[in-house]
């Protein structure tokens, strides 16, 4: 069992459990909690139970992170503060916007939020120490074409993968531009609640209040660290021209309006809070959006542009414009498995054939905006078993993914010939890194 754990940061304990050491990694412990809370969080998360050997396997994994951990500090790889601190403040972010609040979680936990972070921030150091060392030993790896074929000419028949149905699709997506008036109103909201915050009134306890993002408003808007270019350019822009603790005046971006405060600049990333107010199209709003795609459309079908090109020059979705409105799958490649669409573009696509493009279609985005796109099924596959012909990626990165651990294995090996490894005898009967 190589490589990461599955374990979730921040996920609270599972039911009341009994300590002991059950394994030592050099001067790493394990504790018997440690594999009794991943076992019940694979049952919890719908596993089949029991499995032939699941402990000796979740001990095995536990084993190889603290190794790799021991190795990370000896060889002093050094894990930044502000770096930890940014990974805490996103992980807090979504627990909060799991469990409620602070006060549920402290309820659920029967642990102080001071607490709870502090421990939450020791697993993110070991976590990001155990990243580094894994990387260090297999990020120069890379495999040819021939090894590819190879791997694949060595499985077996009845080892080949079997894909369900597959599709191209591409999708040019449109905001429609707020009419003078919507705007006029929300600024107008915001600049409220700035003169609240110029007299005296807690930014924290107005984004609770007030902001529209899920998954900052519980957290008082705070967004944690972020790097230089990582935020979208307006919003960034406006929150380095402030000094600590100012606040900015109403800044659009493509998620709505925003009341910014920046809380702390370091030399490539700074912590910001946000109070937002999301945008609401109009029916005249929308029209327009459609009109501008329709002719859009028209323009690919008569052939004088690609859809790409017009998804890269045209589409406002960031996620996918860039790859010329490509919908990418798990694989990274080309084609997507049907079935991983979301349910809105699935029924867009069930209706055309290859080569064919949508007409406009109103959709409310996962930020709960309202948008409008065409959509583009450039080819369809269907289910199939793997061939390189058609899965050369998936088969790439399945190839890939074996040379990389067959050197995680290598070392291991020689790593393990030096450590002092040491397990219970009631896990005896496991065959740990053998």
């Not at 077996?156 to 531009?177: C, G, M």
């Not at 003078?180 to 930014?203: P, T, V």
């Not at 294995?409 to 393990?416: L, Q």
Request: proline share 4%; with cysteine; charged share 25%.
């Amino acid at each position: 069992m190589l490589g990461l754990g599955s374990r979730s940061l921040g996920q609270p304990e599972l039911g009341t459990l009994v300590d002991k050491i059950i394994a030592r990694v050099d001067d790493q412990v394990i504790l018997q909690s440690d594999v009794e809370k991943e076992f019940q969080l694979y049952q919890a998360q719908g596993g089949e139970a029991p499995v032939p050997g699941l402990k000796c396997q979740i001990l095995e994994g536990i084993l190889i992170n603290k190794l790799l951990l021991a190795r990370a500090l000896a060889k002093g790889i050094a894990i930044k503060k502000a770096e930890v601190e940014s990974y805490l403040n996103r992980e807090m972010q979504g627990i909060l916007s799991r469990v409620g609040s602070e006060a549920m979680l402290e309820r659920y936990t029967g642990k102080s939020i001071q607490t709870f972070k502090e421990e939450l921030r020791g697993l993110i150091k070991e976590r990001l120490a155990i990243e580094r060392m894994r990387d260090k030993i297999i990020n120069d790896i890379s495999i040819t074409p021939t090894e590819v074929q190879a791997f694949f000419d060595k499985l077996p028949n009845d080892s080949l993968p079997y894909y369900s149905a597959e599709v191209e699709v591409r999708q040019i997506v449109r905001y429609p531009v707020l009419s003078q008036q919507d705007k006029a109103s929300i600024i107008e909201r915001l600049q409220a609640l700035k003169a609240r915050l110029q007299a005296g009134e807690k930014f924290e306890e107005l984004a609770r209040q007030y902001s529209e993002d899920p998954g900052s408003a519980s957290s008082g808007g705070e967004l944690g660290f972020w790097k230089l270019g990582e935020l979208v350019p307006a919003y960034e822009k406006a929150a380095l021209a402030l000094e600590p603790g100012e606040i900015s005046d109403p800044v659009e971006t493509q998620f709505g309006f925003h009341l910014i405060q920046l809380i702390e600049r370091q030399k490539d990333r700074y912590n910001s809070r946000h109070i937002l107010i999301k945008s609401s199209a109009s029916k005249p709003d929308l029209q327009g959006a459609m009109a501008y795609l329709d002719s859009m459309r028209n323009e690919v079908l008569a052939g004088h542009t690609t859809f790409e090109r017009a998804a890269k020059e045209c589409s406002e979705d960031i996620a996918t414009a860039q790859q010329g409105g490509l919908l990418t799958g798990t694989y990274g490649g080309l084609r997507i498995p049907i079935d991983d669409l979301p349910s809105e573009v699935f029924f867009i696509v069930d209706k055309l054939a290859p080569g064919a493009i949508s007409e406009p279609i109103v959709f409310t985005t996962a930020i709960g905006k309202q948008a409008v796109r065409i959509v583009y099924l450039k080819e369809k596959i269907p289910p199939h078993q793997a061939n390189l012909q058609q899965d050369y990626e998936k088969i790439y990165q399945m190839a890939l993914n074996a040379k990389k651990a067959t050197a995680l294995n290598e070392w291991f090996r020689d790593v393990k010939a030096t450590a002092i490894i040491k397990v219970d005898p009631a896990y005896q009967d496991c065959a740990i890194l053998e």
